[in-house]
């Protein structure tokens, strides 16, 4: 007997780390050093460069979308919004979605503008050229493509629905996938505001 009680000790400590361990505690995909840090050079929907540095400090949602995108890009957007509203007041504005438009043809800068503006003034509309956005989307493992026009010349843009979170430092933190509620995504950021705060 005095043997096992050690051994149950132990059990019961690892058991109890286990529960409080990093890989528990997010309700998003944990990607701390699975992938780089935030880095960009965009255009604004003023025309003028964005870069990483426009935000420092801040806790940065990066998303790929289009503002012709029919559900995800709108749902996700408002999903967002809604999740950050949740935050306690001090964390709200320690957050910027960043939306990158992956169809440069058709999100002018006024257009960008007006789509971004409808879902917060933190919400920031970006995009860039073709070849630019191509480097940019496969420096965080994902891409985008264009289906065929139709007779009007409208056409889909294929795309990842996942949102990407970077701490304050811009370091890739978590993967927020399609699924998790306002309510869990706003639990993490919550959880990443007061870890990056302390």
């Known amino acids: 007997m005095s043997r096992i009680l050690p051994l149950l000790t132990v059990f019961v400590v690892l058991m109890l780390t286990g ?6 505690n997010w309700h998003g995909k944990d990607i ?3 992938m780089p840090e935030l880095e960009f050079q965009l255009e604004g929907t003023d025309g003028n460069t964005v870069t990483p540095a426009d935000s420092r400090g801040t806790i940065r949602l990066l998303y790929f979308g ?5 559900d995800v890009c709108p749902t996700t957007l408002t999903d967002l919004r809604r999740s950050v509203g949740q935050l306690p007041e001090e964390y709200r504005d320690d957050v910027t979605t960043l939306f990158v438009s992956v169809d440069p043809r058709r999100d002018t800068p006024e257009r960008l503008a ?12 970006m995009t860039a050229e073709e070849p630019a956005l191509r480097e940019l989307t496969k420096r965080y493992r994902t891409t985008f493509g264009y289906d065929k026009p ?5 056409y889909n843009v ?4 996942a949102v990407y979170v ?6 890739a933190r978590l993967l927020l996938r399609p ?13 990443l505001a007061r870890e990056s705060n302390s």
């Open 114 to 125: 007006s789509y971004v503006d409808f879902f917060g003034d933190r919400v920031v509309g």
């Open 158 to 161: 294929s795309h990842s629905s």
């Open 150 to 154: 139709d007779a009007s010349g409208n």
């Open 32 to 34: 701390s050093g699975l």
């Open 19 to 24: 529960c409080t361990g990093k890989d528990e």
């Open 66 to 70: 289009f503002t012709s995108c029919p």
């Open 179 to 191: 699924g998790l509620s306002p309510e869990q995504i706003s639990e993490d950021l919550a959880q």
């Open 166 to 171: 970077f701490d304050r430092s811009g370091n």
